[in-house]
């Protein structure tokens, strides 16, 4: 019954997106806007309907449907009953498929008849929606009845249920991923109708925005989780499947910059294209990635027939956007022409070529294993090492162009110019690093060169802020004058914050993997010992047995400085796993050092676990989620602007619309 | 009079900040590379049970192992090459987390930095045309094909500094009569108990008895000894023995893979230790009924020298490895 409901459900949302694909092609004017108007809206009811009868079918134990059968059991809890909806495959590609729904139906309410852009891009959104509503239905359904009677479902993978921050992180990454395709629908919908100017790039940067953030949440978040629950002590793998979501993430930060340039200069047309062609492809290789199994890694928790589908889909749209961009190009290639490399114009393409190449970097160490693999037969393993080299590198590279581009004007900008904009930025970054090499001794050489980088970036937002506020000020006070400057540039504000949050997590990164001390200590019952700077005492081992695991774990305390903490970290067995996981106690101390027990092996004499301490690591958790708080910044700023600006006008008297105009 | 003198004091301020921060930055690299060797060649390798996690970060127990191995690498004076080399050799180049740059992985390595110089080029090949201008783009060219030369020259002398199969640990465990040798022949069991409950840590005495003990088939007793010896102080040849005779005891007392780990770590220390290799294929083919791993210990074997009794004896072994893997070939052929 609940099967048959959700693919009629689903049925209809496959209706609806092809009727808005069709709607692209549609000749009559009339027609043409009734179904791009109701077929998106068609969709996101009936995939909404689908997802909410998901749901009910998890909160009421219905395992006659097979995704509840197989990722739910009756002793899950209500919090993971109701994530538990995007704890497998199926489900995930249900939730995929409603966030572009959900996109898709905002942007179609915008659209006009007059408007070929954005008819056609609210097409190209309606035929990728089609694709996947396709796949949930047909390919990988996630209403498909059980065969025979189960009593109780299996449970989710363990590791995604004993933590939020799982539950959060997969929705927040398909948002991002998903709405990377509005851009990417309106420079393929400029690229179909020959339009030059940067009018695809205005009206959807936005969006851009928007996908950025959630894209950025999601990665922090997926970062926090795994140094909190799998017990290896870090935060990024360089797993395949992070990689994955990385490429887009540089891709379109580098599209973010480059969108920036189209707008306010015209240049680089092309580029700008390429890339949020490229941020769309790589969200598809990433799914293509993540749920076909074709690489091994501790994310390819659901192989599938999905895969070959997936890859025909990624080869046709690669293919079918790859020869409109270059039977176009002669439309989109013409624009002023770079004057010199010393200018603002210089070091945002310095900036796309670091970032291209970190992207490059990210995806031949992702992708060549697999081909070196089907060509050879021989595995390769890419890991920590090989990416380390080249990010950190590039990292650098990119913080001081960073802060150079910050202050650098347009069309020309000499060395005096750059340097008594940076003066006070710099002396301040010189002064903590040298002040921290004198006072506390540091001598990792990339902490030093970071903290020096990092300081002289957070310095120059607030002296930046300082000098626009000074330049406003008058006789209503500094609060406005601040508020005046953050309203005049949004985009420029919200980019500023984000700087700063990368220039914390740089911090962060570089502090917790550079200054990081491991050691492996054996204890008895009762015994104390000194590891990685904490005095470390095994009081007893504990048993606990929850209703979804059975743990063994160790009562530890932990003591530093005049602070003692019991931690307890465990190894957990859960029923449908067969070797039990570590599960890591985390001491946060916001001063400075966390303490990071996991154990290795425990039995009745003793306990055998890695003790380690990582300085700063919140900084980066607290400087990824900045980076996002960077994207919402630059929306309110520009939405409270156009409030100002509405009530100005109204005040004046005047009917015309605002001007949107950039950063 | 202060503002005339305000530029030069910042300008000195500015130099005195950065020559710290520099000298910070050259005091810390002068002191090179961390010196825990472990440490770093255990971030190097891949975890050879997990997806992708080094083996520093793996809590599994192979992880475990070869940790320890490695410790026992170090400390027998195995350079780094050798120590990677040696896990090549074991479990083929996916075990490096790092590829190698040279032969089919030197790609990887070359890929980013064309990226990077081609990229530098077309930037400057959209700045109008000048004198100036070229001159950039071929420095930026010969900059980028030096870098990679470099990448590639490297890579080949690092394939040439390799040392051929022989690892110098044989030198080192081999030569025989540095320990001082008594004939033990005529002592009995109870007078070599006796005289090592007064001296706890002789551990040449306890490994004899340890291997009196096995012979007899005594294998309590043996594992008694072994227990301790394997954490006494000795010389790298004792704790290689002693290893070999701990794994061995504990796979005959019911713990094979812990035996297996034990033999591992010995034949580790002393790749030629036959009497290891030998035991270790019969842990892994009769008690832990794993035909590929026996055959790999045996194939290792092979290649050693052996007297007419040993060759028998590998023989019977052999002939009946290749047989369950013949069986098990024919079965998965078979099955539908």
């Known amino acids: 019954m609940t099967v048959l409901a959700g693919r009629v459900l689903l049925g209809l949302a496959l209706l609806g997106a092809a009727c808005g694909a069709w709607g692209g092609v549609e000749r009559d004017e009339r027609r043409r806007m009734r179904l791009l108007r109701s077929g998106p809206l068609l969709a996101v009811s009936g995939l909404l309907g689908a997802f909410a009868l998901l749901e009910v079918a998890l909160f009421t134990d219905n395992f006659g449907v097979q995704f509840v059968a197989t990722h739910h059991s009756r002793s899950t809890g209500a919090l993971f009953t109701f994530t538990s909806a995007w704890a497998g495959l199926e489900g995930s590609l249900l939730l995929w498929a409603t966030f572009i729904a959900g996109y898709l139906v905002v942007v179609s309410r915008t659209v006009t008849v007059r408007d070929r852009q954005a008819c056609t891009a609210t097409a190209v959104m309606s035929g990728i929606a089609t694709f996947f509503v396709g796949l949930v239905l047909f390919v990988a359904p996630t209403f498909a009845a059980t065969p025979g009677h189960v009593a109780d479902g299996f449970g989710a993978n363990p590791l995604l249920q004993d933590n939020l921050l799982m539950a959060v992180h997969p929705p927040l990454l398909y948002l991002g991923y998903v709405g990377m395709l509005v851009p990417y629908a309106f420079a393929v919908a400029a690229l179909i109708h020959r339009e030059r100017g940067p009018r695809w790039v205005l009206r959807t940067q936005r969006w851009a925005v928007v996908a950025w953030g959630f894209l950025t949440a999601g990665i922090v978040i997926g970062g926090w989780w795994s140094y909190e629950v799998l017990g290896w002590g870090g935060y990024w793998a360089w797993d395949p499947v992070e990689n994955a979501s990385f490429l887009p993430w540089l891709v379109a930060t580098a599209y973010l910059h480059s969108a920036v340039m189209q707008a306010r200069r015209g240049m680089l047309p092309a580029w700008s294209v390429g890339l949020v062609v490229s941020t769309f492809l790589f969200t598809l290789l990433g799914t293509f990635l993540a749920r076909s199994g074709v690489i091994a890694s501790v994310h390819a928790f659901s192989g599938s027939s999905l895969g070959p589908v997936l890859l025909v889909f990624l080869l046709i749209v690669a293919s079918a956007t790859g020869w409109l961009f270059v039977s176009r190009l002669g439309d989109v290639i013409t624009g002023p022409r770079l004057e010199r490399l010393g200018s603002r114009e210089g070091l945002f393409l310095l900036n796309n070529l670091l970032l291209g190449t970190f992207a490059a970097v990210v995806a031949v160490g992702t992708i060549y294993p697999i081909v070196h693999e089907a060509i050879s037969g021989e595995r390769l393993t890419v890991g920590r090492p090989f990416f380390d080299v080249f990010a950190v590198w590039i990292t650098l590279a990119l913080m001081l162009v960073m802060l150079a581009g910050v202050v650098a004007p347009y069309r020309r900008a000499t060395w005096s110019a750059l340097w008594s904009a940076q003066r006070t930025a710099v002396t301040m970054g010189l002064a903590v690093s040298a002040a921290l090499v004198l006072v506390a001794g540091l001598r990792a050489p990339y902490v030093i060169a970071v903290v020096a980088i990092s300081t002289s970036i957070v310095t120059a937002a607030l002296v930046e802020l300082w000098r626009a506020a000074q330049a406003r000020l008058d006789e209503r006070g500094r609060r406005v004058a601040v508020g005046a400057a953050l309203r005049a540039r949004p985009g420029f504000w919200g980019g500023q914050l984000a700087h700063v949050g990368l220039a914390v997590a740089a911090i962060g990164i570089a502090a917790s993997s550079n200054l990081a001390q491991r050691s492996t200590v054996t204890l008895a019952p009762g015994q104390t010992t000194v590891a990685s700077g904490f005095t470390v005492t095994y009081e007893r081992p504990t048993a606990v047995t929850t209703p979804s695991y059975v743990a063994r774990g160790a009562r530890i305390t932990l003591q530093r400085g005049g602070t003692v903490r019991t931690l307890g970290p465990q190894l957990r067995t859960y029923p449908n796993q067969r070797e039990a996981l570590t599960s890591p106690a985390v001491w946060t101390r916001w001063q400075g050092d966390d303490a990071y027990v996991a154990i290795l092996a425990l039995d009745d004499a003793s306990v055998t676990m890695h003790v380690s301490r990582y300085p700063w690591v919140w900084l980066v958790w607290a400087g990824g989620l900045t980076m996002a708080a960077g994207a919402a910044a630059g929306l309110v700023l520009r939405a409270w602007r156009r409030r100002t600006d509405e009530a100005m006008l109204a005040a004046l008297g005047g009917t015309e619309e605002p001007v949107e105009v950039l950063a | ?336």
């Open chain 2, 1 to 336: 009079m202060t503002g005339r003198w305000r530029p030069t004091l910042r300008a000195a301020l500015i130099v005195i900040l950065a020559g710290v921060v520099i000298w910070g930055i050259v005091d810390g690299a002068a002191r090179g590379p961390s010196p825990d060797r472990v440490g770093r060649l255990t971030r190097q390798l891949r975890c050879p049970v997990c997806r992708g996690e080094a083996v520093a970060d793996s809590p599994s127990s192979s992880a475990r192992t070869i940790e320890n191995e490695i410790r026992q690498q170090v400390a027998a004076g195995w350079t780094d090459q050798q120590i990677r080399d040696y896990y090549v050799s074991r479990f083929g180049r996916s075990i490096l987390l790092d590829p190698p740059r040279t032969g089919s992985t030197l790609v990887l390595w070359v890929l980013p930095l064309v990226v990077l110089t081609g990229g530098a080029i077309a930037v400057l090949g959209m700045l109008p045309d000048g004198r100036r201008r070229v001159a950039w783009r071929w420095t930026t060219a010969g900059l980028g094909a030096a870098a990679t030369a470099a990448l590639v020259v490297a890579g080949a002398t690092q394939a040439g500094a390799r040392p051929p199969a022989a690892l110098p640990l044989d030198s080192v465990v081999q030569p025989a009569g540095t320990a001082p040798t008594r004939d033990l022949s005529t002592v009995t069991n109870a007078e070599m108990e006796a005289v090592i409950a007064k001296n706890p840590s002789v551990i040449g005495m306890r490994l004899a008895l340890a291997t009196r003990y096995l012979d007899a088939g005594d294998v309590a007793d043996a594992l008694r000894h072994t227990a301790v010896a394997i954490d006494l102080p000795a010389t790298d040849q004792e704790y290689e023995r002693a290893l070999r005779l701990h794994g061995w005891a504990s796979a005959l007392n019911g713990a094979p893979t812990l035996g297996a780990d034990y033999l591992r770590a010995a034949i580790a220390l002393s790749p030629t230790d036959r009497d290891a290799l030998f035991f270790l294929a019969k842990v892994e083919f009769e008690a832990l009924h794993d035909p590929h791993a026996a055959k790999l210990a045996l194939d290792r074997l092979a290649k050693l020298t052996m007297d007419d009794t040993q060759v028998q004896v590998v023989g019977q072994l052999r002939a009946a490895v290749d047989a369950a893997l013949a069986t098990a070939g024919t079965s998965a052929g078979s099955a539908p």
